[in-house]
């Protein structure tokens, strides 16, 4: 109900799974004895470092910009993102036949704005510690006539994002715990209206770099929270304060949020590497490494954690795993 309430429903995830099926990946999940035995529980990992252009975020991407009117679409569509947003985005107004113009920090890896100007985007800069991204990209959506497609907090957005879990679930069935990945919040909103609908005593935590902390402060004080922008090696998750509409969602279904360092996140993508033998970016590696760290508490028996991303060049995933 407060999921409704927000304007995302069940129903919404499910319509979003019809929509973009056949377009975006249905992306494997990988089991662990290893990881098992390290955890002390069954972990299933839903590997979204291998959607298309590297993480979740296409899924909702597309899913919004699919719903977009043909007059919407002839002018294009503006977005702003660290990376993962602004290569899907990229992506799904290629699929759909438009431009899009993507509003991306002077500091995002190279090998994200690389990879977005590769989809045909057009990209314009800004300085993601003394500029407000949400102001920028909102007044350039307009000054252009683009259809603004946020990255996290919009109700088709979420609903695409929660398409993951319910592929998850669908092919694990039930399950104790849910260990999502927390940056605006889009990605654990919709993971938690899925799972909530389907499994209502499922236990959803959230995981954030312990620099950035801003929905756990929110979560606990009841209002959200705003901090500087955080300085962490994960980048996708680097934001001052909660979305709107995923924090209203969020502090209802979410039981429960843990903090990973970046030493933590470091080994989870080693581990990762090694022993899984795929490749995660530091955000899409916090979930696996709170669970690798010991930071969720009261492990039940089975859980799922999604790997939100894998994009990461070789001389970044080299500079951080190989020391």
């Known amino acids: 109900m407060a999921a409704a309430a927000s304007g995302v429903t069940f129903d919404d995830v499910r319509a979003a799974a019809a ?150 679930l669908d092919e694990t069935g039930p399950l104790d715990a849910l260990v999502v990945p927390v940056g605006g919040g889009g990605l654990i909103a919709g993971s938690a209206t899925a799972a909530k609908a389907l499994h209502p005593g499922i236990r959803v935590v959230g995981v954030e770099p312990e620099a950035g902390d801003d929905t756990r402060r929110s979560l606990e004080s009841g209002s959200r929270v705003t901090l500087p922008v955080p300085r962490t090696i994960a980048d996708g998750q680097a934001l001052p304060t909660p979305g709107e509409i995923t924090f209203e969602i969020n502090r209802h279904v979410v039981d429960a949020i843990s903090l990973v360092s970046d030493a933590d996140i470091v080994h989870a993508m080693r581990f990762a590497f090694e022993r899984l033998k795929i490749v995660l970016e530091p955000s899409g590696a916090t979930g696996l490494a709170a669970l690798l760290a010991g930071r969720v508490d009261d492990l039940p028996p089975r859980i799922g954690v999604i790997a939100s991303g894998g994009n990461v060049d070789t001389r970044r995933f080299t500079e951080l795993v190989g020391g």
């Open 19 to 168: 929509r973009i099926e056949g377009v975006a990946h249905r992306t494997p999940v990988l089991t662990s004895r290893t990881l098992n035995a390290l955890v002390g529980a069954e972990v299933f990992i839903k590997c979204e470092n291998f959607q298309r252009a590297g993480a979740f975020k296409f899924r909702g991407a597309y899913n919004a910009a699919a719903q977009l009117s043909p007059e919407q679409l002839a002018k294009g569509i503006a977005a702003y993102s660290s990376g993962n947003h602004a290569q899907a985005t990229a992506l799904a107004a290629r699929e759909l036949g438009t431009t899009a113009v993507i509003l991306m920090p002077e500091d995002a890896p190279r090998s994200k704005r690389e990879a977005t100007a590769g989809y045909g985007a057009e990209i314009v800069t800004y300085d993601r510690y003394t500029e407000d991204r949400t102001a920028l990209g909102t007044a350039l959506a307009e000054d252009r006539g683009l259809a603004l497609i946020p990255p996290y907090d919009h109700p088709h957005v979420i609903a695409g994002q929660g398409t993951a879990t319910l592929e998850l």
